[in-house]
Each structure stands twice: as structure tokens, then as C-alpha cells.
């Protein structure tokens, strides 16, 4: 009886409906819970998805998700979010585990890459600077330079 009379109901309403009753329902559930609550369904909820999905299934969603975040947000967004994280981290975290995800970063890099590409990119970087700087700018980093040298 049941099947039947969801199958009569599916075809007497449209999304809209069934998308108001869910608003209708998730605003009571939210008013008879705690944080705590959704924080253990959602955790009883990962645990179950991590069970029956592999790595490749969170690859695809992950960039799925990406996609459609990037379509929704501008530069702007990603610059406050990524000042967020940035300042989240920074509090979190000390010098020593910069060095050592500046190192890993550095190693991997080199493994990866070639004479040719920090070539390509030195002369990108050196060309970039030459824009944004005059003679007066490299007469100075280069007295600081010599200066370091003869100390």
C-alpha cells in the first residue's frame, strides 16, 4: 500500500512541492536538535559513505564540487577564503612546519622538473620584476647584496 501511494503522490506533485515539504521538515528536525546531533549523524554519515566508496569516487565528487563552486564564486572569494585558511594555518602552525612543507614542496619540485623549467621560469619571474620595478630598485637590492657580501 505504501509504494502505491507514494507512486499516486509522485504523480500529483511537482519538485517544488516535494522541495517545500523537505524546507517544512528539515526546519522542524532543526528546532528539536542540538549541534551535537547533526555533528554525529554527519560523522555516522561519513563513515558509512567512507565504507562503501573508494578514492576514486571522492576524487569525482571533490571535482565536481569544485566545478560547481567555481561557476558560483569570483576572485574575490577565493582571495577571503584562502586569507582564512591562510590565517587559521598560520595560528595552528610554527616556523619549523613551514620549513618543512617549504622543503617537501622544494624536493618535489625538483624531482619533477628539469634544468629548462626553472630556466623558463626564472626568466618569467626576472621579466615580471622589471615591470613592476625601476633602476632605483635594483640599485638597492644590489647594494644590500654587496653589503652582505663584505660583512
Do not use: C, L, V
Request: charged content about 35%.
Amino acid at each position: 500500500m505504501g509504494q502505491k501511494g507514494g507512486e499516486a503522490t509522485s504523480k500529483n506533485h511537482d519538485k517544488e512541492f516535494y522541495q517545500e515539504i523537505g524546507q517544512k521538515g528539515g526546519e522542524a528536525t532543526s528546532k528539536n536538535h542540538d549541534k551535537e546531533f547533526y555533528q554525529e549523524i554527519g560523522q555516522k554519515g561519513g563513515e558509512a559513505t567512507s565504507k562503501n566508496h573508494d578514492k576514486e569516487f571522492y576524487q569525482e565528487i571533490g571535482q565536481k564540487g569544485g566545478e560547481a563552486t567555481s561557476k558560483n564564486h569570483d576572485k574575490e572569494f577565493y582571495q577571503e577564503i584562502g586569507e582564512k585558511g591562510g590565517e587559521a594555518t598560520s595560528k595552528n602552525h610554527d616556523k619549523e612546519f613551514y620549513q618543512e612543507i617549504g622543503e617537501k614542496g622544494g624536493e618535489a619540485t625538483s624531482n619533477n622538473h628539469d634544468k629548462d623549467f626553472y630556466q623558463e621560469i626564472g626568466q618569467k619571474g626576472g621579466e615580471a620584476t622589471s615591470k613592476n620595478h625601476d633602476k632605483d630598485f635594483y640599485k638597492e637590492i644590489g647594494q644590500k647584496g654587496g653589503n652582505r657580501r663584505s660583512s
